[in-house]
T-cell receptor, first 117, second 114 residues
Framework: AQKITQTQPGMFVQEKEAVTLDCTYD???????LFWYKQPSSGEMIFLIY??????QNATEGRYSLNFQKARKSANLVISASQLGDSAMYFC??????????????FGKGTHLIIQP | DTGVSQNPRHKITKRGQNVTFRCDPI?????LYWYRQTLGQGPEFLTY????????KSRLLSDRFSAERPKGSFSTLEIQRTEQGDSAMYLC????????????FGPGTRLTVT
């Protein structure tokens, strides 16, 4: 089974609208972390936001927020007031375990977001 | 801070040749990670260092792949006897040894094996 599932291969959104990018995950660990990264056409992965499994509040970073629903194992990224520069690939990723060990991230296949003027 | 840097940015090689990529992490980060990204996929974790110790290498794709971080600063990833299936983007990331253990990626090295 996929550990990270992103069901939207591509999305078109009008500028200034809010957009939600879906992510579901699968793990048997009680302690884990969820990350969202942005990858523009230049290729560099940019860290956007983090949510820990024990965090009671949804994470927010500027225009980015994470809608964390633990029982549903979902961690959707919400971008408010989208801008043309938000056009990119977006990846959801998970770190299993508390992070103290040797923990690489497991990534989903990504969602290609295109913001239209 | 200049961020994570990787060299070269692009490498074209012939099948059977050996290639080596370099990664310079963010200076204060003790952790360093290597990933491979193929077209249309998310990055795939390969290996991980904490300082000079390679703490996870079971995910390296074959024994043709090896990585070093001799002084706990920069790291190299070597692929011996390259195959066409090795063509991909190779990403390096570094991160701190404190929660949330986020990782900061470099621009990657794009490898093309002809």
């Amino acid at each position: 089974a996929q550990k990270i599932t992103q069901t939207q291969p591509g999305m078109f959104v009008q500028e200034k609208e809010a957009v939600t990018l879906d992510c579901t995950y699968d793990t048997s660990d009680q302690s884990y972390g969820l990350f969202w990264y942005k990858q523009p056409s230049s290729g560099e992965m940019i860290f956007l936001i983090y949510q820990g499994s024990y965090d009671e509040q949804n994470a927010t970073e500027g225009r980015y927020s994470l809608n964390f629903q633990k029982a549903r194992k979902s961690a959707n990224l919400v971008i408010s007031a989208s801008q043309l520069g938000d056009s990119a690939m977006y990846f959801c990723a998970m770190r299993e375990g508390s992070g103290g060990g040797a923990d690489g991230l497991t990534f989903g296949k990504g969602t290609h977001l295109i913001i239209q003027p | 801070d200049t961020g994570v840097s990787q060299n070269p940015r692009h490498k074209i090689t012939k099948r059977g040749q050996n290639v080596t990529f370099r990664c310079d992490p963010i200076s204060e980060h003790n952790r360093l990670y290597w990933y491979r990204q193929t077209l249309g996929q998310g990055p795939e974790f390969l290996t991980y260092f904490q300082n000079e110790a390679q703490l996870e290498k079971s995910r390296l794709l074959s024994d043709r792949f090896s990585a070093e971080r001799p002084k706990g600063s920069f790291s190299t990833l070597e692929i011996q006897r390259t195959e066409q299936g090795d063509s991909a983007m190779y990403l390096c990331a570094s991160g701190p040894t404190r929660p949330p253990y986020e990782q900061y990626f470099g621009p990657g090295t794009r490898l093309t094996v002809t």
